[in-house]
């Protein structure tokens, strides 16, 4: 049983490259979130999405995109990494918005020079 | 904004000690959450709290919502060194574009 799986689970960036990370669930989660989460600051919301093809900008948007073309699948994009990203990004799905637990992946150290 | 605010941010403390930590907001709750992240690992719920005044005990843990749905707190009776980790309180039922989860207190608990 994987519950939420993130790849990768590190990388190094040079400032301006782009990638994407991937999160998978097989809980068949409707709800899924993408978190960043730096020292002193807790797990702020990057994006969130309530279903397959829909997504919603949370607190922190700025330059990341994300896509939920398949139920299971939350990617999130940076189009143009800058050293204020590096962070350690999680995953994460629920049933629903209300009183249902966040399900969390081992997260993905990102790390931008 | 609701912002929910952790105290304290750090709590070292040595084993069988207890210790308290709070979350507090301006702002009224459908519900809270806390959750336990133990290092190179994403957070994992220990509880959720829905009704005001509501206590919910788990082994040496005991969680209050306040009675208004403002606050929470989380006892830890006779702390163990496994109960070292970030504790992180998420509200729940409030809109996505504001802050939800608190900063978080990080315990250390010294053998």
Sequence with gaps: NAGVTQTPKFRVLKTGQSMTLLCAQDMNHEYMYWYRQDPGMGLRLIHYSVGEGTTA???????????????????????????????????????SRSNQPQHFGDGTRLSIL | TQLLEQSPQFLSIQEGENLTVYCNSSSVFSSLQWYRQEPGEGPVLLVTVVTGGEVKKL??????????????????????????????????GTSYGKLTFGQGTILTVHP
């Design chain 1, 57 to 95: 900008k949370g607190e922190v948007p700025d330059g990341y995109n994300v896509s939920r073309l398949k139920k299971q699948n939350f990617l999130l994009g940076l189009e143009s990494a800058a050293p204020s990203q590096t962070s350690v990004y999680f995953c994460a799905s629920s049933y």
């Design chain 2, 59 to 92: 082994k040496r843990l005991t969680f209050q919502f306040g009675d208004a749905r403002k606050d929470s707190s989380l006892h830890i009776t006779a702390a163990q060194p496994g109960d070292t980790g970030l504790y992180l309180c998420y509200a729940g």
